[in-house]
Nanobody
C-alpha cells in the first residue's frame, strides 16, 4: 500500500514563511506528477502547484511568485516553500502523487495525503 504523509503546517503571521513536506512510502515502482492542493472551509479543493519528474512546474496564479514546489526523487518527497503568506492562503494543504506500484506496473493511480493545516493570522 502507498501512503503520503504531509508535515510542516502550522500557524504563521501574514508575510511569514512555511515549508511543507510530503513523503511517499510503500510499494512504489515510480512516481510521475506530484503536487499540492488546498481546501479552505466552505470552498472547493484547488490546485496550488504541480511538478513533473523532469522538474517542470505549474502554479496557480495566486501562488506564482510566492510559492515554490520542488521534489527529491531519490527520497520520494515533494516540498512546498511558501513565502509572503496571506490570510487567504489559510487552508488544509493536501499532497498529491501519481504513482505506479510494483504490483500494478501497467498503470498509475492517484494518491492523496490526509492534509496539513496552514493557518495565517490576520
Amino acid at each position: 500500500q502507498v501512503q503520503l504523509v504531509e508535515s510542516g503546517g502550522g500557524l504563521v503571521q501574514p508575510g511569514g514563511s512555511l515549508r511543507l513536506s510530503c513523503a511517499a512510502s510503500g510499494s512504489i515502482f515510480s512516481i510521475n506528477v506530484m503536487g499540492w492542493y488546498r481546501q479552505a472551509p466552505g470552498k472547493e479543493r484547488e490546485l496550488v502547484a504541480t511538478i513533473s519528474t523532469g522538474d517542470s512546474t505549474n502554479y496557480a496564479g495566486s501562488a506564482k511568485g510566492r510559492f515554490t514546489i520542488s521534489r527529491d526523487n531519490a527520497k520520494n518527497m515533494v516540498y512546498l516553500q511558501m513565502n509572503s503568506l496571506k490570510p487567504e492562503d489559510a487552508a488544509v494543504y493536501f499532497c498529491y502523487a501519481h504513482i505506479m506500484q510494483y504490483a500494478y506496473r501497467s498503470g498509475y493511480s492517484n494518491y492523496w495525503g490526509q492534509g496539513t493545516q496552514v493557518t495565517v493570522s490576520s
